[in-house]
């Protein structure tokens, strides 16, 4: 196994008027080699940004503040463009939440798979194209030959984000990153996007960092798993450990908001509250107000503490007991 990639101590902010506000604030992670390791908390905490930073592939009006990305020896927050242009797409790649985004428009399939083929190594046309065919058939395109001919406007949601996953695996990255790849997708297509996601993973050995909002998701593909709350990690544990001995009080939110097969779901569980905005950030804790366990000792920020395998921001567990 091994570390992979590791996201030390990274913090970045948006620039507003002579501002600064932190949209992710001092987040530290690793990923395991050949494993998939899943971020998920609510709209806005700071999914996209902490993940987009591995790539450089943050929005302009951003600004990294602190940090280091490790990925082979190198920091890829420092290294010069023309080595992260190497590693986008062969070593790393990214599959986005609407693949339109990241299609051109213009261009047939078949075009735009050989490019990602040639931006690395120059392949012969026949080679290529053979390589191309059978990756979309891998992703499940039956009829490879006129997907390679035809312009993503003419496919379905769920036909373009398999598109999306043969563009962004045909060059066998180590690891892939998929910001919420199946939410713009019916449930039916979504499982089957993630069961092909597995397969690839078991196939190639390809580590996988996977964005995602839904808890179920994350039951199905996560071995570790960090919760995101507020620009911070909130708590960091196994899948396992996750499900079966929450501790961040947020965390036990999301999972009871999760429906239970057989309940009645007409009253499902929500957090009350919203999550505070960057500009106005309550001092502490930044879960506090909406939080059901809190106490005088939550007006202090709480550091990430050790508790049993994981790791999690909250008072209650500063004594490392496993409350
Ligand atoms: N282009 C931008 N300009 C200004 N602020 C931004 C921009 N993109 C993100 N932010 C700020 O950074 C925060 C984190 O955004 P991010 O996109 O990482 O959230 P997310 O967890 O991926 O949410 P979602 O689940 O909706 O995709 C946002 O709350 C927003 O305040
Ligand atoms: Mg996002």
New binding site residues.
Partial sequence: MGKQLEVKSLT?G???GREV?N??SNVTYYLNRGETLCIV??????????V?SILRLL????TVISGEILFGGIDLLQAEEKTLDQIRGDKISMIF?EPMTSLNPSMTIGRQLIESVNAHERVPKEKALDLCKRMLTEVGIHDAERCMNAYPHEFSGGMRQRVMIAMAMICKPEILIA??PTTALDVTVQAQILSLMRKLKNEYGTSIIF?T?DMGVVAEMADDVIV?YA?EIVEKSSVTELFTNPKHPYTKGLLASLPHIGEKQNRLYSIEGT?P??ANMPAGCRFKQRCKEKCDACNVHPDLYKSGEGYVRCVLYSRGDDL
């Fill in positions: 970045v948006f620039r507003s506000h949209a992710v908390g609510e709209s806005g905490c700071g999914k996209s940004v902490s987009s929005p302009e009006s951003s939440q910001d919420e964005i909002h995101m620009g999550v905005s960057l």
